[in-house]
């Protein structure tokens, strides 16, 4: 049988599944599939058809980041040229 | 950092099931959910192991609520002890723990619903909160007092993406997804969490699973659901579809009356107010009840999210001796 994983599990994993970063985050899944199509949210993908990976500690910091910047009236546009001006 | 809660399965059924029902009252929606969540809670105990048996029929271990950290304990017994007594000490397979789970009377769905929504409520997982109708003006100026259910809404949000993810995600499914999956089928619920093209996306995901996964095998062809239960649910919901037009208005606005629940009226002291006074009219009544608020769009029809629905607010009136001019809440679902 394969389970969930349990927070505690996701919490001491290098590596989060785009539904875990869901429940760690509370941001709804369209929200971070539209930032993971826009390049705003870096992930790792062994094949194409595999589960997309993304590092647990960086991707959470950049979505509430990224929260942050819109609470302040950001477009998603503007905080993508910054996301790109600072990488 | 937040602080996280593993829920098990059934309270995460629970709080989807639950969430914006009414509490004090037993409505025919409720009773499917309940009828559900004690077939949830054999499926916890089953993943749990809690289930021995060979050759496909099984029977609880002797104790399954041991070292529960949250509270399983007390609702587990209460359905497994039910289902026991049906048993008579022999083993039989799921389908027949779930439909008997299903099946139990409503004086004992009711009192595990008691149990289960202690249990989340000592968890900081399900609230009460004046009923969304209540804030209607007929109900409103009546004084009538109507409760519900809500989840917290960040928890909602982290349980349901997580879970819509999950199916919609290419990769692998969790026992547990594929247990919440049938669940939500079976109680009507999986058009409150997607939309019209993802329900074709999951079908699709379901008629995947079933071949390749033995647990989804078993389970989906699996129903519990009790046919005229389920009937009266259906016609709402055909009726909920057959008003769904782009700007939420239609049949509800002929006749309020059929469907009260989903269709609640706010009136505006000013007349020919703006939107801008309209939406200030329906956020003072509803935080005045209790409810969380928040606007997601603007315009002549806002959507606006209420605790964890999403509503459109459309100008209307309605006569009484006097025409009163106001604001019709219509559900959009899903979010």
Known sequence: MSRQRTMEAILASEFVTIGE??????TRYSTLKFYTEEGMLPFEQAEENLTRRYRREETVERISWIKQLRSEGMSVPEIKTKLMEES | MAEFTDFSLAQRFSMIALNAQRSNMMTTVK???LRAMAAAVILEVYLDGGLTGAKGKIQPATRTGENTPNGEAAYREMILDGVRLKARGRQHDLFWWLKHASSLSKRKLARFELVMAKT???LGALEEIPNLLGCDMYYESAGLSIKEYRCPI???TRMTEGFRAEILEEGQVSDDA?????????????????????????????NELDPSNSLAHTLFPIQIYRGWEFAIKH?????KTFIRTSVGTGMLFLFPLLDRTQAVFIETEAWFSNSKQRLEAVKERLEAQGHVFTVLKDGEIPTIKIDNLVYEAVPHFVTVRIPIQGVRLLPKRPI
Do not use: H, Q
Request: with cysteine; glycine share 2%.
């Open chain 1, 21 to 26: 970063l869901a429940r760690l985050t509370a």
């Open chain 2, 31 to 33: 009773k499917i959910s």
């Open chain 2, 120 to 122: 989340l409520s000592d």
């Open chain 2, 154 to 156: 960040d928890e909602y």
């Open chain 2, 178 to 206: 594929i247990c919440l999956l049938w669940l939500l089928r079976e109680s009507g619920c999986l058009p409150d969490l997607f939309s019209r093209n993802e329900l074709d996306l999951v079908a699709a995901r379901m």
């Open chain 2, 235 to 239: 016609v709402l919901r055909m009726k």
